[in-house]
């Protein structure tokens, strides 16, 4: 255990001193992953990602199992320790010693040398076992099964620093880095497959193979669902069309702009300039047909939107396979742009969770360290979806909330936020709202007790999630 030195100091600020000095009381400063510990336990998040792993120890030296290191990882990721570093000074403390399964007086956690080990003892046979997992965690978050699963599929960039293998300087982000990529699901905001790619790999580099086998693996669970994929222009590559068409998936991808697709929409970009000049209205306006680029086998359906507004002109394509373009082409693409959302639950899991921290040497163990801070991730939305709370429909509203657009849109976003922070919130929200509370954690022979402030400003929060994890079911063996 880890015994800070005795002092003591004074501040005069007020009419009399302000005594500060340690406590030797058990103390914690994260009690709020007391709760997010017991919603893992119902789900069993954690407990399937340990069993993935392969552990070659050999079993009478093993001081800490790979579930204990694994919690100690994921619950560090989610209350903003990302680093190996952080758990020196964590080892010791209750709230961890709890969620990893140990006692208040029991032995310490492993040390950073010792999670070091662990991350870099990982073998690719375990980081495909975890692949699957991951898979098996989404199916398993469906009560029932859906009509329909959106995909999203997008990259972000990964800064590194040091010598990390894989990393190559590129011209574009105008740094060395590894450029991860997720595939996540609109429903219902969780990350189904993710893929370290190289630092200077094409953004679709074996994309069609992840799309090809997820796509197997969700038809397998639900039979009848219709599967959507929407990804950006670079994506747009014949192997990813070709790859959606061979396996019946209803694909919108975007596609940059060229001569040959500038020239086919000129007529309608000028009209839209012309009502703009006329009306002072923004215009916006779509217009479709057949195009075949020289790389591709047949033509495909292509949507071209053009707009005139006081900020000038803009055009934007899509291709796309969807039955309902050939009809509705602005409504097909207003459901790819709302792919927009995926870039939202990239920047949780970047910036949020901070899984850009991927500092390892070796490529391996920076992968598996991509996959902690996405199982962090998905613990946290699984856990954001039950106790999600949206303020009622208004009876009044004509328009119901997902066909809301514009101004009116955002409004409602905010006042959704508003009325339900946790349930809306991104992981800053929950460090601040839930995770990060102080309290006085006591061991006796019967019980743990663990005290928080009265006067902490989000007790209820706390008390509403206690409540509401409590309340959900533990699932079966089979179910998980």
């Not at 679709?204 to 397998?220: E, F, H, I, N, Q």
């Not at 697709?261 to 009306?279: G, R």
Request: proline share 6%; with cysteine.
């Amino acid at each position: 255990m880890i015994i800070q030195s005795v002092w003591q100091m004074s501040f005069d600020f007020l009419d009399k001193p302000v005594v500060v000095e340690p406590s030797e009381a058990e103390l914690t400063s994260d009690a709020g992953l007391l709760p997010i510990r017991q919603f893992d336990e119902a789900i069993g998040l954690t407990e399937q990602f340990a069993a993935a792993l392969n552990d070659s120890r050999h079993e009478p030296s093993v001081n800490h199992t790979l579930l204990e290191m694994v919690r100690m990882r994921v619950y560090g990721i989610l209350a903003d320790y990302p680093a190996q570093n952080d758990h020196d000074v964590l080892r010791s403390d209750p709230a961890f010693k709890l969620v990893a399964g140990r006692g208040v007086d029991d032995d310490d956690l492993a040390s950073q040398p010792t999670l070091s080990r662990f991350e870099n003892s990982i073998d690719v046979k375990s980081l495909r076992r975890l692949q699957d997992v991951f898979i098996d965690q989404f199916i398993a978050s469906y009560e029932k099964p859906p009509t329909q699963i959106t995909l999203d599929i997008d990259p972000f960039d990964d800064p590194t620093h040091g010598d990390q293998q894989l990393t190559f300087f590129h011209d574009y982000y105008n740094q060395y880095q590894y450029l991860p990529r997720a595939i996540t699901c609109a429903e219902n905001d969780l990350v189904v497959m993710v893929r370290l790619l190289h630092g200077t790999a094409h953004a679709a580099l074996a994309a069609d193979d992840d799309v090809t086998y997820l796509a197997s693996r969700l038809r397998a669970a639900f039979p009848g669902a219709r599967i959507v994929l929407r990804a950006d222009s670079g994506f747009g590559v014949p192997s990813m069309y070709t790859a959606c068409e061979s396996i019946e998936i209803d694909y919108t991808i975007g596609i940059g702009m060229n001569p040959t697709l500038k020239k086919q929409s000129d007529p309608l970009l000028d009209h839209c300039i012309e009502q703009f000049e006329v009306t002072g209205q923004p215009q916006r306006k779509f217009c479709a047909f057949w195009y075949r680029a020289k790389s591709w086998p047949a033509q495909r359906w292509t949507l071209v939107k053009c707009e005139a507004n006081a900020h000038g002109t803009n055009r934007r394509a899509v291709v796309t396979n969807r039955a309902g373009a050939f009809v509705l082409p602005a409504a097909a693409y207003d459901a790819y742009a709302d792919r927009g959302e995926s870039e939202n639950r990239n920047k949780e899991l970047k910036c949020g969770l901070q899984a850009d921290r991927l500092s390892d040497h070796r490529y391996m163990a920076n992968l598996f360290r991509l996959y902690l801070h996405t199982a962090a991730y998905n613990l946290l939305v699984r856990l954001r979806n039950v106790v999600a709370d949206p303020p009622p429909e208004d009876p009044v509203e004509e328009v119901p909330a997902e066909a809301l657009g514009g101004k009116q849109r955002r409004q409602h976003h905010n006042c959704r936020r508003r009325r339900d922070p946790l349930g809306q919130g991104q992981p800053c929200t929950w460090q601040t709202r839930l995770i990060k509370v102080a309290a006085r954690v006591t061991q006796s022979t019967r019980r743990v007790v663990v005290k928080l402030s009265g006067n902490w400003p989000y007790l209820e929060h706390y008390r509403r999630v206690s409540e509401q994890v409590l309340a959900c079911a533990t699932p079966s063996i089979d179910s998980r």
